[in-house]
């Protein structure tokens, strides 16, 4: 699925290739919708994805450690 996302092959995904993927799979966001989702996995700060950052929010589980590590908010029943 990263490889889905990261289609220029830099073994990351920007926002904008995150917003793009998500609109291929049937998921309109506008980007100010999408953007927290994106920062909240984006645990290093650097505007990008890697590997690893992604992993833990398409699978779930806790996101990685890093610089700006998050916590997901709790959904309302």
Same mark, same amino acid.
């Not at 904008?16 to 799979?25: Q, S």
């Not at 590997?51 to 990685?64: D, H, L, N, V, Y």
């Given at each position: 699925? %990263?490889?889905?996302?990261?289609?220029?092959?830099?073994?990351?995904?920007?926002?904008?290739? %995150?917003?793009?993927?998500?609109?291929?799979?049937? +998921?309109?966001?506008?980007?100010?919708?999408?953007?927290?989702? %994106?920062?909240?996995?984006?645990?290093?700060?650097?505007?990008? +994805?890697?590997?690893?950052?992604?992993?833990?929010?398409? %699978?779930?589980?806790?996101?990685?450690?890093?610089?700006?590590?998050?916590?997901?908010?709790?959904?309302?029943?």
């Amino acid at each position: 699925m %990263f490889k889905y996302f990261d289609v220029y092959n830099r073994d990351s995904v920007n926002f904008t290739d %995150f917003h793009k993927a998500m609109e291929k799979i049937g +998921l309109y966001y506008k980007p100010e919708e999408l953007q927290p989702l %994106f920062n909240l996995y984006d645990t290093n700060g650097n505007g990008d +994805l890697d590997f690893k950052e992604f992993s833990a929010m398409i %699978f779930g589980g806790e996101a990685p450690k890093g610089q700006m590590q998050k916590k997901a908010p709790i959904p309302a029943d």
